[in-house]
């Protein structure tokens, strides 16, 4: 396996109210996570704002990102785009800067077909470079990657990972099984959806595409390597003591989730971009009371 | 009702592969419409691919089509957009450029609320001055407005109309007196969704936002005005005759389609932007067939 497994990391992305990143806060956000020793950190997610951010702004938050690691953490970057001649120049920006791979979604405003994704992600791959992790993030981009479209393009030189969308405990290692046997054995297949992602990791997962592990790599590091090494009791105990943010993450949204414990564990303060709004003030108080109620220590 | 009513008719727009809009072209497909005598045209909606065009591009688009109709004709201009600022700059450019209105989709990555979706709108009505379409089109945005979002929205001094999508012809003098019963009497009711839309027109709607009538706006006038004076015979006999292209048009989507159409009538060659594909090969026979069968003169 090429691409980095264990724990890929997601911070934030600290912008103001017109998209202009707050690269030093950003850095804060990234040392967190070099410091802790994560796998690898991915820049540029969904919760890290990556469709809401130009190509320099994109350009910016990559380089903080780069130059505060230094090179001792690889960085998976977002270079998701409507167009595809936009994504080829946002996967040359990365491969430019030095990231260690691009993490390329099916976003779209006119539904697209197939035929139309897989000619996306091979002009990508091909025209850029850059190795290419498949995005697959239905309930943003609306579009489903079949097992059928997974074997073709991972057939494609370049393209050597995917983050899935989360899978129930009950279906993840037949969903698992079901894609290892349409991708050959150097690619990665990692799993996201935080609350669902220990599971998935038990079952035999590469690599925990994390947004929890963003701004608290601790415990999610520790759930991962605890998976790794067989001890699925230990894992699943970790796992049950995050219920309560699992439990936010699925009702009020892993973005405005995310943003609300980053400023209420005093980690970094940013709101989404508008539209996107701060969670309300009932949620909000969850947010404080969950983080509030986990165990001493828990969360760092 | 102080937005102009009847057919709003929407070209492509055409442009190259990395976005540049080929502003000839779209001088031609606009003046075609303002010589058939369209009520008002449609720039940059979503077969006009707004979403896959820059600031800067939008903006060319929009100034040669204005100079092209000099004034004879309304334009309402896509000036939808991920982050609220970003709409708010694209109205302004559309106010400053002459459009009549501008048509706000909710278009998102991040899947929004509907209190996100209001203050978006509210923002872009308050800030640019520009009098507000609101476009809502699930298709593409996923999201879904509620008879009380729009009686909100309805009462936001500068949101004037609505441009609903397809509705069934079952449901459509429900659903259009359920809206009517939440807006003012100023504000204008419309409908797309072209297959559906003779339906909606007869029941009552004020304006018809056509796909076909940015191509063909002589019958699309016809159906219109028939639907006006109350002879839903002729409105639905001329309808009947395009099933045709509304068969195509929900099998194969508008925008495939009508990027077909223009180059097969002659009136157009364009692409649409990668990684949306021109039609492939079957359908695009089917369109052949389609145009040649259809009543001789039935378009132009």
Known sequence: MIFPGGLCAFPITPADEVGRVDAAALRKLVARLAAANVDSIGLLGSTGIYMYLTREERRRALEAAMDETAGR??????????????A??????AKAVGAAAGLLSAASYTPLTDDEVFGHFSTVAR???LPIVIYDNPGTTHFRFSPALVGRLARVPGIVAIKNPGWDADD?????AEQRAVVGNDFSVGCSGDWTATGT???GADTWYSVLGGLFPEVCLEIVRAARRGDAAEARRLDGGLE???SLLRRHSSLRVVYALAQLAGICHAEPPRPILPLPDPARGEVARALADLPAGFLK
């Open 201 to 203: 990791m038990i079952a």
């Open 73 to 86: 953490t690889p960085i998976v970057a977002g270079i998701g785009a409507l167009r595809t001649d936009e």
């Open 88 to 93: 080829v120049a946002l996967a040359r920006d």
């Open 127 to 129: 025209e850029s470079g």
């Open 244 to 246: 309560p943010v699992w």
């Open 172 to 176: 993840a290692a037949r969903l698992l």
